[in-house]
Structure formats: C-alpha cells, structure tokens
C-alpha cells in the first residue's frame, strides 16, 4: 500500500469485488468511459458473470484499487507492451464525476509510478491516451512524463478525429524529478 494523505493505491481484496463491479460494469454506458478510451465499445456485465473472473482481480500486482478516506474511488493498472524488454504501459481511472477535477488522478499516478519504479525492473513506463483526453494528458505532464509520439487521426469519436498520444518517463527522470515533483 502506498498513501498520500487521505489517498491510497493497495491491492484489490475480496471485500472490493461488488464495489469494483458497480463502478465498472453495473452500467451500460458510465461516465468514465467518455475518457477512458471512448472509441471502444465498453459492455456491461451481469454481477454473476463478473464473479466468475473476479477471483483473478484480488491480489494481483499489476491491478489496484484507488482509495479516498477508504473509499473506492477508481484503478490503476500496469501492463508489459514488451516483457522482454520491460516495456511497460500504465492506465488509471476514476470512476465518478464527483472526484475529477481534485488532483486524485494525479496522486494516485504518482504512487503508482513509485511502486512501479520500486518494485520492477523498468526502464521506461508509459501511457497512451487520446488528444481528447486533455486531463489525461495534464496528469502525465505534471509527473514529467514527455510526449513521445502523437499518431494523427487515428481514433474515431462521435464523428470526429483524435490522435493518439503516448508518453513516457525514464526511470532516471522519475528518480530525479520523484522528490521534486510538485502535485
């Protein structure tokens, strides 16, 4: 577990499972998916089918659950693009209107980056999202992450354009912004 203030990143526990479930598949269209990569369909799913994988979610190292005053309030996850080479890719969501906009993204990807950076071998970690994620973009910006691709037009949205936006932090960067770095 890793903690700022009333913010927490841990491991998903079994008590997390309904919650995990109504944030993320209770509804067919919930507002976090305007963000999080919209131009994929997102599919409900019943309680009873979501249990069935469920079990795979508790203690797993690359999936944790976001906490405010001990509350579920979203994810963050990592992902190999390139185990061999430890090309590693992060994601982050925050489920509910009511907490964007309050820096929780930020922090929560700031300890994420600290337990990646403490506990795996990386050498790069990044993040991929969508020019019309702005937000998204702002948070990869204060961690000192750089822009190290824009692929022009290459995702499709209520019938317009985006590009996709990849960023990225060197180990040695984040270790040498890590105390520095002001959210």
């Known amino acids: 577990m890793y903690k700022d203030e009333e913010l927490a990143i841990r491991p998903v526990n079994e008590t997390d499972l309904p919650v995990l479930w109504e944030l993320i598949y209770k509804e067919d269209a919930p507002e976090w998916k305007k963000w999080d990569a919209p131009y994929f369909p997102h599919k409900s799913k019943p309680y009873e089918k979501f249990l069935e994988t469920a079990p795979t979610l508790v203690d797993k190292e690359s999936f944790w659950v976001i906490t405010s ?52 071998p990386a050498v790069r970690v990044g993040l991929t999202t969508w020019s019309g994620n702005e937000r998204m973009i702002r948070v990869g910006e204060k961690l000192g992450m750089q822009l190290e691709a824009r692929i022009r037009k290459v995702r499709f949205y209520k019938n317009k354009y985006y590009d996709s936006i990849r960023m990225g932090i060197l180990r040695e ?9 002001k959210i």
Request: hydrophobic share 40%; with cysteine; net charge negative.
């Open 69 to 120: 005053n001990d509350i579920v309030c979203g994810i963050v996850s990592y992902y190999f693009e390139d185990e061999q080479s430890n090309w590693l890719e992060v994601g982050i969501v925050i489920h509910e209107g009511h907490n964007w906009n309050k820096g929780i993204g930020t922090r929560s990807l700031k300890l994420w980056l600290n337990h990646i950076f403490n506990s795996l």
């Open 173 to 181: 960067e984040w270790e040498s912004l890590n105390s520095t770095v």
